[in-house]
C-alpha cells in the first residue's frame, strides 16, 4: 500500500512540476511584450497612487519568503511521512520490524539480485495459553526474553521480525542452505528453563531455507510454512 502512496505522489509531483514549467514559460512569454513595471509606474505617476511602484519589488521580495516557508514545510512533511513509514513497518507490542518489513526486504533482495537469503521461521506455541492464564505482562514478558536469547544468537546483519501471531521469521543475508540450516540448529538447541520462563507448555519450532532466485523468495513462506507442519 505504501509503495503504491509513494508512486501516485510521485506522479502528482511529476505533472505539478510541469504545471510550473509550463506556467513560467507562459509568464515569461506575456511580460515579454507587455512591460509590467513600466505600466506600474506610469499609473502611479499619472493617477497619483502611492506605492503601486514598489509593489513589484515588493512580491519579488515576497516571492522568496514564501519560498522559504514552502521548504520548510515541505521538510516537515517529508520528516513526518518517514516517521508514519517507520511505524507501519514495526510491531507495537515487540517493537520489531514486522510482515511489511520483511517483505520490502525480500523485494530489494529480489531488485538488486543480491542471491543468497535465509529465512528462519520461528513458530512459539503456548503464548496464548499463558495470556489467558498468567495475564498480558507476563506472556509480554516471556516473549521478550524469548526474543532476546533468539537475537543474542544473530549477527549484525542478520535481523528477527514479526511476522504472525506466534511466528517471527530471521532474515539472513548472504546464507546459502547449508549455513542457514546451521543458524536454525543453534536457535532450535536456546533451552527455556529459566525463572522467567517458568511454563512448561511453552515450546517452539524453527525451520529454515534458503532462496537462489526471485522464484524461489516468492515461494519461500509457502515452503516454510508446509516444512513446519
Known amino acids: 500500500?505504501?509503495?503504491?502512496?509513494?508512486?501516485?505522489?510521485?506522479?502528482?509531483?511529476?505533472?505539478?512540476?510541469?504545471?510550473?514549467i509550463c506556467l513560467f514559460i507562459l509568464s515569461y512569454g506575456i511580460f515579454l511584450y507587455f512591460d509590467v513595471i513600466a505600466w506600474l509606474h506610469e499609473m502611479s505617476h499619472g493617477h497619483a497612487v502611492i506605492g503601486i511602484a514598489e509593489l513589484a519589488p515588493t512580491i519579488f521580495v515576497m516571492s522568496f519568503g514564501f519560498a522559504a516557508f514552502a521548504y520548510r514545510r515541505w521538510q516537515d512533511t517529508k520528516q513526518l511521512s518517514l516517521y508514519t513509514e517507520e511505524l507501519s513497518m514495526t510491531d507495537p507490542m515487540t517493537n520489531l520490524p514486522n510482515r511489511r518489513a520483511v517483505t520490502r526486504l525480500l523485494k530489494q533482495v529480489s531488485e538488486n539480485n543480491e542471491y543468497p537469503v535465509g529465512i528462519v521461521l520461528i513458530d512459539i506455541q503456548g503464548l496464548e495459553e499463558i495470556r489467558s492464564t498468567l495475564g498480558l505482562s507476563v506472556a509480554e514478558h516471556i516473549l521478550i526474553e524469548m526474543l532476546y536469547r533468539f537475537s543474542s544468537n544473530l549477527s549484525d546483519e542478520q535481523l528477527i521480525a514479526y511476522w504472525q501471531a506466534g511466528q517471527f521469521v530471521v532474515f539472513c543475508p548472504n546464507l546459502n542452505q547449508g549455513d542457514i540450516n546451521e543458524l536454525c540448529h543453534k536457535l532450535k538447541s536456546i533451552t527455556l528453563d529459566n525463572d522467567s520462563l517458568?511454563?512448561?507448555?511453552?515450546?517452539?519450532?524453527?525451520v529454515a531455507k534458503s532462496a537462489c532466485s526471485k522464484v524461489e523468495v516468492e515461494r519461500i513462506f509457502e515452503d516454510l510454512e508446509d516444512a513446519l507442519i
Do not use: H
Open 1 to 20: 500500500m505504501i509503495e503504491e502512496v509513494k508512486q501516485e505522489i510521485r506522479k502528482r509531483m511529476s505533472k505539478d512540476l510541469v504545471s510550473l
Open 198 to 206: 517458568t511454563t512448561a507448555n511453552l515450546t517452539f519450532n524453527c
